[in-house]
């Protein structure tokens, strides 16, 4: 009787030992991280620009047309698009269906923070991980946007862990497992994401270290490297080489690289001037100094050596590429390595356990002193990129509107409203929401038209009278004119001038504004009655109505 309850009360012991482990404050955080995504997710924004443009590619090509150059030069890596368009024809074209992917990536992103931190940090320092990884602001904002950015942030961080992890294999059987183990999620993430890609060359660096002093792991890592070069070639020849020949893209980007022909001060001094705006975007935090200092001293101090070499390496890829002019050093294009940045500074807040945990110094109260030191680098930081993040989601991401538009509204009225016949005018960078919400197909005539031959316009700026002639002659013939804005690609005050110009021809009867930029008009030709319809931030912008004319030309893709 007594060895039974004897037996019992061990029991229980070692479960709630078990019930407090899995309880930490990591994996509390890592729980919240994980709702965090999934509310996101289940919010079902409308969908903006960038996202309607990947998503009328994978909607309007088949499976091997993803394969060459997109268009409204796009670019994302041939197996996520594939993926995406299997989601997209079995589930439908709703936010939560076509979001699923990146969704799933947010969380494994999260996950793989949980798990690098349970292994290799300590309680602390795991807390600081997830917290980061969880609530940065950007990595939370990209975490279920339809581009392949969550998939970066995922493979940017569990391929440098798999490498650490084979490099610190205890046996050599058990690094030759760990080994493939990594070369196998290399050869497939690299589909799915840059980031994978990018962070090849940090894991070979890691991996190649531990081969210096296990030799038998020599002809399994050259095994590996020739199985993920020759994906990565097979890769580059059907997708990667297409985005890095577009000339558009690769002009759109100068301004996040460093200037060329300026020599090495030049750069330097440029590189310098990034450290700022990358603390604030994609970093998260305004405190820059403490940021840095943290992720420098993190790498340099790391307890964890191979992990802090990891973390380091894969940041100065991140630099080191954007000194080659091969990826803008520039907000969710370096996503892939912002877990790296988080994990260095998670890395330094180790340091404070460490003090705390070795015998005294050479007074007791040096310890203190060390461990207050560190935290009073870490916590400034590690609390304002959360309280920033989670500002962010509470304040600026209503669930109706996405960056100022709403998208999904104002189509679904226009397209109510609209009328066999009517002509539509919009901007270069509206059409895709007409496109996309409004189902008209990109494929054959290039979204020049809705299903019925009604005519979509596109309406461009001039300061030349000459050029803007035509205006009359483009819209003749048509009983009503609709008018939609949305992404803001135009100057201050053309929304207004649009307006004045079609209401010349006829009586504006309705306006609509949704989520702030997107909006409509509906002008009827047949009545010249006039009308004191204006949108109703009318001047506001500029304060008076711009000069100028509006020239008139045919929709199109590009």
Request: contains cysteine; aromatic residues 12%; positive net charge.
């Amino acid at each position: 009787m007594i060895s039974t309850r004897r037996k019992r009360v061990v029991d229980n012991v070692r479960l709630m030992g078990r019930l407090k482990r899995m309880v930490s404050v990591p994996v509390v955080m890592a729980v919240a991280g994980v709702a965090l995504v999934l509310y996101l997710w289940l919010s079902a924004r409308p969908l903006w620009l960038d996202e309607e443009m990947i998503a009328l590619n994978f909607r309007d090509r088949s499976f091997a047309h993803l394969a060459g150059r997109l268009w409204l030069d796009q670019s994302a890596p041939f197996g996520w698009l594939l993926l995406q368009r299997l989601i997209l024809l079995a589930l439908g074209s709703s936010e939560l269906a076509l979001r699923a992917v990146p969704a799933l990536f947010g969380v494994a992103t999260v996950l793989a923070a949980l798990f690098v931190g349970q292994r290799w940090l300590t309680a602390a320092g795991s807390a600081v991980f997830v917290l980061l990884c969880s609530f940065g602001q950007w990595i939370s904002l990209y975490s279920i946007e339809l581009k392949s950015y969550s998939a970066d942030t995922f493979w940017g961080l569990w391929l440098p862990a798999l490498a650490v992890s084979a490099a610190g294999a205890a046996s050599p059987e058990a690094r030759r497992k760990g080994v493939w183990m990594w070369a196998i999620a290399a050869t497939a993430g690299q589909w799915f994401s840059l980031g994978a890609l990018l962070v090849l060359p940090a894991c070979l660096a890691v991996l190649a270290l531990s081969w210096r002093r296990h030799r038998e792991t020599c002809r399994p890592l050259a095994t590996a490297l020739f199985v993920v070069t020759a994906s990565f070639a097979l890769h580059y020849l059907v997708a990667i080489r297409h985005a890095q020949g577009n000339a558009s893209l690769q002009q759109f980007w100068q301004f996040a690289l460093p200037p060329p022909d300026v020599g090495i001060t030049g750069s330097l001094r440029w590189f310098f001037s990034q450290l700022a705006p990358f603390a604030s975007k994609p970093g998260g935090t305004t405190h820059a100094a403490l940021f840095w200092t943290s992720a420098v001293l993190g790498v340099a101090c790391a307890s964890a050596r191979r992990l802090g070499v990891a973390a380091g390496l894969v940041v100065v890829s991140g630099f080191a590429l954007a000194a080659l002019r091969v990826v803008p050093l520039y907000e969710r294009l370096s996503l892939w390595f912002l877990p790296a940045l988080y994990l260095a500074i998670a890395l330094f807040a180790d340091r404070a356990v460490w003090f705390l945990r070795q015998k005294p110094l050479k007074r007791s109260w040096m310890n203190l002193a060390g461990a207050g030191l560190v935290v009073a680098v870490v916590a400034p930081v590690s609390v304002d990129i959360a309280v920033r993040g989670i500002r962010d989601v509470s304040v600026e991401r209503p669930r109706t509107s996405n960056r100022g538009t709403d998208d999904r509204s104002a189509v679904a009225w226009l397209r109510q409203t609209r009328q066999p016949g009517d002509i539509l005018i919009t901007t270069r960078h509206a059409q895709p929401a007409i496109w996309w919400y409004g189902g008209v197909p990109i494929s054959d005539a290039g979204g020049r038209r809705f299903s019925d031959g009604g005519r979509i316009l596109v309406a461009e700026y001039h300061t030349s009278e000459d050029i803007c002639r035509e205006f009359e002659k483009a819209i003749e013939g048509h009983r009503r004119i609709l008018v939609f804005f949305s992404f803001v690609d135009t100057p201050l005050g053309f929304d207004d001038l649009l307006l004045e110009r079609v209401s010349t021809f006829g009586t504006v009867i309705d306006l609509r504004h949704f989520g702030g930029a997107s909006r409509v008009a509906v002008i009827d030709t047949a009545s010249s009655t006039g009308s004191n319809l204006f949108w109703e931030d009318a001047g506001k912008d500029t304060g008076t109505w711009l000069k100028g004319c509006i020239a008139l030309g045919q929709a199109g893709t590009w």
